[in-house]
C-alpha cells in the first residue's frame, strides 16, 4: 500500500540549523585541538604518518617566524638579521628536499609534501631548544652549554626522533633506513648547533654583543 506524500517525514527537520552556522559554531573548537595537536605532534615520537593536510603548514610556519624573531631579539650590533635570516630560510627550504631526494632514491612512499611538513614541523624542537634556556635562566643562558644541550638532547632530541621514524618506516630496505636516518638526524641536530653557536653565543662571529662585556 502505497504512503501519501504528506506521511512522510520530512526531508529538512525542524530543527535545521544552516551551514554556516554548524561551520561557525564547531570551527573555533575544532580549529583549537587540531592546531594544538599538530604543534605537539613533533615531539611525539610516533611513526604514524597520516595523508598530508594543508593544516600541517601551520607548524613549520611557527616555527619559522619563532626562529625569526628570537635572532632578531640576539642579533649583534655588528651583523645584520639577513644572515639569520637566510640561514634559517635556506634549511627549513633545502632540508626538506635533501630528504625528499634520499627518500626517493631509497624507494620510500612518502610524497614531497608529506616530508616537507614533518621535516620542517621538526624545526618546533630547534625553537624549543633556543627558547627554553633563555626563559629559565635569561643571565646564565650563554654562560653555560649545559642548559643548552639539555634542551637539545630533550626538545631537538624528540623531533629529531620523531622525523626519523617516520622516514624510516616509509623505506623498504633495511640498509636505506640506517643510512637515511643517520644523515637526516645528523643535519637537524647540526642544525640545532649552528644556530646557537654561530648566531646565538657571544663567543662566535655572529653573537650577541649585549652580553660580551660578561665573560
Given at each position: 500500500?502505497m504512503?501519501?506524500?504528506w506521511?512522510?517525514?520530512?526531508?529538512?527537520p525542524t530543527?535545521?540549523?544552516?551551514?554556516?552556522?554548524q561551520i561557525?559554531?564547531?570551527?573555533p573548537?575544532?580549529c583549537?585541538?587540531?592546531?594544538?595537536?599538530l604543534?605537539l605532534?613533533?615531539?611525539i615520537?610516533?611513526?604514524k604518518?597520516?595523508?598530508?593536510?594543508p593544516?600541517?603548514?601551520?607548524?613549520?610556519?611557527?616555527?619559522?617566524?619563532g626562529?625569526?624573531?628570537i635572532?632578531y631579539?640576539?642579533?649583534?650590533d655588528?651583523s645584520?638579521?639577513?644572515?639569520?635570516l637566510?640561514a634559517?630560510?635556506?634549511?627549513?627550504?633545502?632540508?626538506?628536499?635533501?630528504?625528499y631526494l634520499l627518500?626517493?632514491?631509497a624507494?620510500a612512499t612518502?610524497?614531497?609534501?608529506?616530508?616537507?611538513?614533518?621535516?620542517?614541523a621538526?624545526?618546533?624542537?630547534?625553537l624549543?631548544?633556543l627558547?627554553?634556556p633563555?626563559?629559565?635562566?635569561?643571565?646564565?643562558a650563554?654562560?653555560s652549554?649545559?642548559p643548552?644541550?639539555?634542551a637539545l638532547a630533550?626538545?631537538?632530541?624528540?623531533?629529531?626522533?620523531?622525523v626519523?621514524?617516520?622516514?624510516?618506516?616509509s623505506?623498504?630496505v633495511?640498509v636505506m633506513r640506517l643510512?637515511v636516518?643517520?644523515?637526516?638526524a645528523?643535519?637537524n641536530?647540526?642544525?640545532?648547533?649552528y644556530l646557537?653557536f654561530?648566531?646565538m653565543?657571544?663567543t662566535f662571529?655572529?653573537?650577541?654583543g649585549?652580553y660580551k662585556?660578561?665573560?
Open positions: 500500500m504512503h501519501r506524500m506521511d512522510k517525514e520530512p526531508l529538512i530543527s535545521y540549523a544552516p551551514r554556516y552556522k561557525l559554531k564547531a570551527s573548537q575544532v583549537f585541538r587540531d592546531c594544538l595537536k604543534l605532534a613533533p615531539l615520537p610516533s611513526p604518518c597520516e595523508p598530508f593536510k593544516l600541517e603548514l601551520a607548524t613549520p610556519t611557527v616555527a619559522y617566524i626562529l625569526v624573531l635572532l631579539n640576539f642579533k649583534s655588528t645584520e638579521l639577513s644572515t639569520a637566510l634559517v630560510t635556506l634549511y627549513m627550504t633545502l632540508a626538506p628536499v635533501g630528504t627518500c626517493r632514491a624507494k612518502l610524497t614531497f609534501m608529506k616530508v616537507f611538513s614533518v621535516v620542517a621538526s624545526q618546533i624542537g630547534t624549543l631548544t627558547l627554553v633563555i626563559l629559565i635562566s635569561h643571565e646564565n650563554f654562560k652549554h649545559v643548552f644541550l639539555v630533550v626538545f631537538g632530541g624528540l623531533t629529531t626522533i620523531r626519523c621514524l617516520v622516514i624510516i618506516v623505506l623498504p633495511p643510512i636516518g643517520t644523515l637526516v645528523l643535519m641536530l647540526f642544525f640545532v648547533l646557537h654561530a648566531f653565543h657571544p662571529k655572529y653573537g650577541i649585549a662585556s660578561s665573560f
